[in-house]
């Protein structure tokens, strides 16, 4: 099991750990899924890992993102599903942070273009936009990789509770309008958690 | 923590559908390995109907598919989007070579699951179309939203646009009838209770004893509004009244009606409130041309209802009263 | 107290019956004064066929009025027996001359009001003939005791016996058919929710969020016993197995199945019960004909279902089959 | 308005006054109903008085009866219905303890005719039985119309508390079997009712 792979798992984890806590912020302002959709496909990803060999880290990517498009469901399945293929088109083999502000924009790119949100709306792009800023504005003010790391996971965790008082503009929140406000969106949780993982593996 | 007719939460939808195809063995053929079913006699010479999302909704998609209407129904976890594979696998197997139209309700999930089924079997050479049904009034419709929810209104297109393709129309032309009943067709809808996901432990919102969700979508969300509990006739009214100013309808329209009960809702509910749906539009001299009261797009248990009118011209009569072998919409 | 979409308590049964006539005109009529329903082209040439009793039960009654099942439906308040006159004037508004036949459940109350309005219509020449249904093998038969109830298999009644007088059969041929399906007809029920009439305070029994009632009957009534709450399979395997061995139903039988709902079980539920059902006859070798799986005889929002089975011959399989306008028993 | 019309009067008054009383031991062990079907019966006894004019006190009675028969339904309407009008063809204007013994006897033959249950199935004929057989014997042993009534009152109430630890035979409590046993059958009750307020009336 090659790095990337055990970034993964701990993801997997993490997600399934974390199941009923997702549920229930879906529950306040979505149908009560999204923990359940989330646990499903790294469940899955999982098990393929237990069975496959890969050449490359991009390749463990891929293979998360197909196993996400075809067993997560629910709009969280499309969207991290194409977040992590675009990543794995852009991903090189040597980490880097450089190419790790690369593969954030790549996600963002994925998830807009799928999703057709924008900062603000009350989703998971609320977690990562900020945390791919971060990361860009440290390179390119030629902050060190682990101290950039480290912005990065407090901008996705502040991203994280902005969602609280917004109003929901995509998703299933949108429904409720004003109702939708005073409450952490499920989406932009999860992907605060997979931001968190990823770099405590790194760090 | 709701009780449940159930075994493993995680196999609802697998179990389902073979108790499906177990009541239906002739109608019915599931797909091996995707939840999904379809005509016995697929793929039929015809432009091919396909509809799907989460499950929980039943009939819904199920129960729709039968000559005249659907040809294959794809049913993802209950409330959840099905995934690509699933509808590409549903595509592949309807398609007889007029193409493929794909029912969407306009739920983030389902848009963009759907999209991926349709880029995947264009790739393979499948000609594929879509329409995305959104007629819940309850949600706000705006370029900067994810607009309203496909609800109840859902099953006129399967029964109209399937009636079309049934008759020999192309793609084309089955899509636009399909948006022409989008463009004609509005719902409200309101609960007493809430329903479970049997994997959640919990509802998604819960009520007091005085208390009702107005506005409310078929995926155990919360509603649009809460409000004290009101009469029957009120909250007809409250319903109603929504529906018909959105459109608008007015005088002189004719219009096709669903009563809709969300699953836990007696017949006898739906019923009274069918008397004040006819009043109310009678008091508008708008002209009812057929109802159906009954369950067609359920949330699991809960108890509610909701109301749907469907604006018709000669074309869309024509259509709605064409044969099927479905009986939920004779 | 249960939150419900109603007007006036004392007012459902009519609003009802209002809401059915609005949703399908060409299809009923009411008669003035009484809530029974009849169909528009009554009375027709032929044997007429009245049921009713309670209400609450629905689609039972009046969903199975029309061509080849009922001719009237008499509503009786929610779970009261309707009186003798309301019956009285639905076998006058049928009667053609050629006899009517009345299917009543073997309720005490049902039983005693019926006979009386045979008294009646007798006294003005018409002639009359009934039988009782008595299906349900959770209850102890004896000639001590009032007997088994009727429940879910009398829609098998009304569909074979139905078809049989829409042949030009005589009131004595309607009356043997009937009594040959009731004697090879048999159900069991379950809940794991009680209901709630409207006009009552309180729901008839209550159940722990642990507890379901085996051996229940369509009136909110307790069963016949209380247990903690098993899965789908448990639960299934209990009542087809009583079924099965009460009349006994054996090896190569062929059977007509109902699993019905009971009002608020999410028809996916119903499905789910359905896999099991075909399974556990498939292991019996019980051969499948024909299975109903829905909403045939409720109570109320009542959670639940049950199970019947009707054993055929081959005069049942073909009245089972006949042509009828009731889209509910197609 | 008559002495008949009058005790009919407050035997409605009483039955409309324990409507959710009597529901409640229906809903015990049968379908709760007993209250709202007796209620709804009697209602309509009471607005039939506001109109009606009558030469005899057995014309009250058997408008009571048909009145009861039309519009109550269920179990109960029957039963009374044909039990009242029983009574109506044996009354004799002048009250006298003989008569009321051949009234009590017409009304438990009506009653067994239509139901065909007998004392002990846990119905009403276990408050109506007893109270009876203690009018007849009392008849027979040459009591004073006073005590009698007050001994077939004593009798009419042991007989309804009687039905508590039976196991019904007869009706929708019959479904129960053993569970029907320890619960006060609503039938006997709404009969001892009915025989408490005509006794009452009459002393
Ligand atoms: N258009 C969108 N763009 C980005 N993220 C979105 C969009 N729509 C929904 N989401 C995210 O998806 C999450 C919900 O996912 P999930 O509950 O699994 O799917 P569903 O809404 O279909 O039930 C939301 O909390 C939100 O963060
Ligand atoms: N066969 C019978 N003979 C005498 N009394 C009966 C019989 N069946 C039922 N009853 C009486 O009727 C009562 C129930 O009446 P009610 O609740 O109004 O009717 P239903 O049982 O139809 O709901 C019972 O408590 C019992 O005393
Ligand atoms: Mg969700
Ligand atoms: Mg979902
Ligand atoms: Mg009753
Ligand atoms: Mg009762």
Same mark, same amino acid.
């Given at each position: 099991?090659n ?5 993964f !798992?701990? *993801?997997?984890?993490?997600?399934i750990d ?5 549920t229930?912020?879906?529950?306040a302002? @979505?149908?009560g ?6 646990a ?16 490359? !880290? ?7 993102a197909?196993?996400?498009?075809? !067993?997560?469901g629910?709009?969280?399945?499309p969207?991290?599903?194409t977040?992590f ?12 942070? $450089?190419?790790?502000v $690369?593969?954030?924009?790549?996600v963002?790119?994925g *998830? $807009?273009?799928?999703g057709k949100?924008?900062?603000?709306? $009350?989703?998971m792009?609320?977690? =990562? =936009?900020?945390?791919? !800023? ?9 902050v ?11 901008a996705a965790?502040e ?6 008082p917004?109003?929901?503009?995509? @998703?299933?929140?949108?429904?409720? @309008?004003e ?7 499920? @989406?932009?949780?999860?992907?605060y958690m ?5 770099i405590?593996? *790194?760090? | ?13 697998e179990?389902? #559908? ?15 390995d995707?939840?999904?079913?379809? &005509?016995?006699?697929?793929?039929v010479?015809?432009v091919?109907?396909?509809?799907? %999302? ?12 039968g000559?005249?209407m659907?040809?294959?129904?794809v049913?993802?976890d209950?409330?959840?989007?099905p ?9 592949k197997?309807?398609?007889?070579g ?6 969407i ?12 089924a ?19 009034v ?7 939203t994810?607009? &309203? &929810? ?13 009636? #079309?393709?049934?008759q ?16 004609n ?10 329903? &479970?996901?049997p ?7 819960s009520? +007091?004893?005085?208390?009702? +969700?107005?506005?409310?979508?078929i995926?155990? +969300?919360?509603g ?22 959105? #459109? ?9 009606v669903i009563?809709?009960g969300?699953? %836990?809702?007696?017949?006898? +509910?739906?019923?009274?409130?069918n008397?004040?749906?006819n009043?109310?539009l009678g ?5 009812i041309?057929k109802?159906?009261?009954?369950e ?12 749907? #009118?469907?604006?018709?011209?000669d ?11 479905v009986?939920?919409?004779?």
């Amino acid at each position: 099991m090659n790095k990337t792979e055990e970034v993964f !798992n701990k *993801i997997a984890d993490k997600i399934i750990d974390n199941k009923q806590y997702l549920t229930k912020l879906d529950s306040a302002i @979505g149908d009560g899924d999204h923990g359940i959709n989330m646990a499903r496909g790294f469940s899955e990803v999982k098990e393929e890992f237990e069975s496959a060999e890969f050449d490359s !880290n991009s390749a463990v990517v891929k293979k998360v993102a197909m196993t996400l498009i075809s !067993n997560v469901g629910g709009a969280s399945g499309p969207l991290y599903g194409t977040a992590f293929l675009q990543a794995s088109k852009v991903m090189e083999e040597d980490l880097s942070l $450089k190419n790790a502000v $690369k593969i954030g924009e790549a996600v963002i790119e994925g *998830i $807009k273009m799928r999703g057709k949100a924008e900062q603000g709306d $009350k989703t998971m792009l609320d977690a =990562i =936009i900020p945390a791919v !800023n971060a990361l860009k504005e440290d390179y390119e003010a030629g902050v060190e990789l682990e101290e950039a790391l480290q912005d990065c996971l407090e901008a996705a965790e502040e991203g994280k509770e902005s969602t609280i008082p917004l109003v929901a503009k995509k @998703g299933r929140a949108s429904y409720l @309008g004003e109702r939708s406000k005073g409450h952490q969106d499920p @989406g932009a949780t999860s992907s605060y958690m997979i931001i968190e993982t990823i770099i405590k593996e *790194i760090i | 923590m709701k009780k449940k007719l159930v075994n493993n939460p995680d196999d609802v939808v697998e179990e389902m #559908l073979a108790g499906v195809v177990a009541a239906e063995p002739d109608r019915y053929k599931k797909l091996k390995d995707q939840n999904v079913l379809v &005509r016995a006699d697929a793929p039929v010479d015809k432009v091919a109907l396909v509809s799907g %999302g989460g499950s929980g909704h039943e009939p819904t998609h199920g129960g729709y598919v039968g000559p005249g209407m659907l040809d294959a129904a794809v049913a993802g976890d209950v409330f959840t989007s099905p995934t690509p594979d699933a509808v590409y696998e549903a595509i592949k197997a309807v398609d007889s070579g007029n193409g493929v139209f794909l029912v969407i309700k306009n739920y983030t999930g389902d848009v963009m699951n759907f999209e991926m089924a349709e880029d995947m079997a264009e790739a393979d050479g499948i000609e594929t179309a879509h329409v995305v049904v959104n007629d819940d009034v309850a949600v706000e419709d705006s370029t900067y939203t994810s607009g &309203r &929810r496909g609800v109840a209104g859902t099953i006129f297109v399967h029964k109209i646009a399937g009636a #079309l393709a049934a008759q020999g129309a192309s793609l084309q032309e089955v899509k636009e009838i399909a948006e022409k009943v989008v463009a004609n067709v509005r719902t409200k809808g309101m609960a007493l209770y809430p329903c &479970r996901v049997p994997a959640a432990d919990e509802s998604t919102f819960s009520l +007091e004893e005085n208390e009702m +969700e107005l506005g409310i979508g078929i995926h155990g +969300e919360p509603g649009t509004e809460r409000t004290e509990v009101k009469s029957a006739d009120e909250i007809v009214n409250n319903l109603v009244t929504d529906v018909i100013e959105d #459109l608008p309808f007015s005088a002189n329209d004719e219009v096709a009606v669903i009563v809709n009960g969300m699953g %836990g809702t007696p017949l006898m +509910e739906l019923y009274i409130a069918n008397r004040k749906v006819n009043e109310i539009l009678g008091a508008k001299n708008i002209d009812i041309y057929k109802t159906f009261v009954g369950e067609y797009m359920t949330s699991l248990e809960m108890a509610g209802l909701s109301v749907t #009118l469907l604006k018709l011209d000669d074309e869309l009569k024509e259509l709605l009263d064409a044969p099927t072998a479905v009986d939920l919409l004779k």
